[in-house]
T-cell receptor
Framework: EAQVTQNPRYLITVTGKKLTVTCSQN?????MSWYRQDPGLGLRQIYY???????DKGDVPEGYKVSRKEKRNFPLILESPSPNQTSLYFC??????????????FGPGTRLTVT | GQSLEQPSEVTAVEGAIVQINCTYQ??????LSWYQQHDGGAPTFLSY????GLEETGRFSSFLSRSDSYGYLLLQELQMKDSASYFC???????????FGAGTRLTVKP
């Protein structure tokens, strides 16, 4: 089954404790992306990657890191989480060519709470 | 800069037609996409307009007018299951980042 998986689905942590949210897709997509979703603000892009070893900042990259060592994986790293990073996080992927590049497939989401 | 404006809420009755507008201010983008998100779920792709005009996919249609910086999603024969949030989105020229509107919450009533 074609899908994007994220782990963990729920996470409660404390300020300053480094964490990683994993994201994996099995569709051989080039484009992968991380978003955070907050009430009234919609989806805001954190980082995206056009392909292996190619990453770029989105709209709200501060406090986050990413890496793309393999095509299928795109982990999101919070080196020192703070309470303002409490949010719902989505990973997404899409092909990078043609019309289908605009159809993003989203993972199930990770609800992060930083206390 | 790039920003997309949508109404925050829309209410309609079952069987009716509803239009969700998206106006944007952007320096350039590849096309306008629409996504649906049910409460507690992930966004799912609905439609995409690369060119001006109407795209139809079953009960859903989407429209784009670049000259008017405007697009809309049209939902026909509304069903209760259409109650969800709807987001418009663009992929920006040059840097390929994605921008989403804040979303429109559609409530379908019996």
């Amino acid at each position: 089954e074609a899908q994007v998986t994220q782990n963990p689905r729920y996470l409660i942590t404390v300020t300053g404790k480094k964490l990683t949210v994993t994201c994996s897709q099995n569709m051989n997509h080039e484009y992968m992306s991380w978003y955070r979703q907050d009430p009234g603000l919609g989806l805001r892009q954190i980082y995206y990657s056009m392909n292996v070893e190619v990453t770029d900042k989105g709209d709200v990259p501060e406090g986050y890191k990413v890496s793309r060592k393999e095509k299928r994986n795109f982990p999101l790293i919070l080196e020192s989480p703070s309470p303002n990073q409490t949010s719902l996080y989505f990973c997404a992927s899409s092909p990078d060519r043609g019309r289908s590049s605009y159809e993003q497939y989203f993972g199930p989401g990770t609800r992060l709470t930083v206390t | 800069g790039q920003s997309l404006e949508q109404p925050s809420e829309v209410t309609a009755v079952e069987g009716a037609i509803v239009q969700i507008n998206c106006t944007y201010q952007t320096s350039g983008f590849y096309g306008l996409s629409w996504y649906q998100q049910h409460d507690g779920g992930a966004p799912t792709f609905l439609s995409y307009n690369a060119l001006d005009g109407l795209e139809e996919t079953g009960r859903f249609s989407s429209f784009l007018s670049r000259s008017d910086s405007y697009g809309y999603l049209l939902l026909q024969e509304l069903q209760m299951k259409d109650s969800a949030s709807y987001f418009c989105a663009v992929r920006v020229y040059n840097n390929n980042d994605m921008r989403f509107g804040a979303g429109t919450r559609l409530t379908v009533k019996p």
